[in-house]
């Protein structure tokens, strides 16, 4: 099994920055994709970053290339999503997932799953 702890989540004004961290126990995640996800009410859940921990490959929606970036730290077992220019339109609960197997963008896929952490942009 493993577990997903997200931080990092708050009220930010348009333009600012904030830095998600995902915590992984349970396992080495050496061999897993992981990624992060975004939610609003009455909405499916979006893939925002992906990264592949076995070649470093990195996915990102379109809506945040530029301003997210993903990185991984295999030894502590952490990935990070430094979000940069934040606009009220990223406001959403972010999840972090990972996946076994599958390194995509279909949330479905993904086996693991944290709790997740609100990121709020005020205009």
């Known amino acids: 099994q493993v577990q997903l702890v997200e931080s990092g989540g708050g009220l930010v004004q348009a333009g600012g920055s904030l830095r998600l961290s995902c915590a992984a126990s349970?396992?080495?995640?050496?061999?897993?994709?992981m990624a992060w996800f975004r939610q609003t009410p009455g909405k499916e859940r979006d893939v925002v970053a992906v990264i592949n921990r076995r070649g470093g490959s990195q996915y990102y929606a379109d809506s945040v290339k530029g301003r997210f970036s993903i990185s991984g730290d295999n030894n502590k077992n952490t990935v990070h999503l430094l979000m940069n220019s934040l606009k009220p339109e990223d406001t959403a609960l972010y999840y972090c997932?990972?996946?076994?197997?599958?390194?995509?963008?279909?949330?479905?896929?993904?086996?693991?799953w944290g709790q997740g952490t609100q990121v709020t942009v005020s205009s």
């Open positions: 997932a990972a996946s076994t197997y599958y390194s995509g963008t279909y949330h479905r896929n993904y086996e693991y």
């Open positions: 349970g396992r080495t995640f050496s061999n897993y994709a």
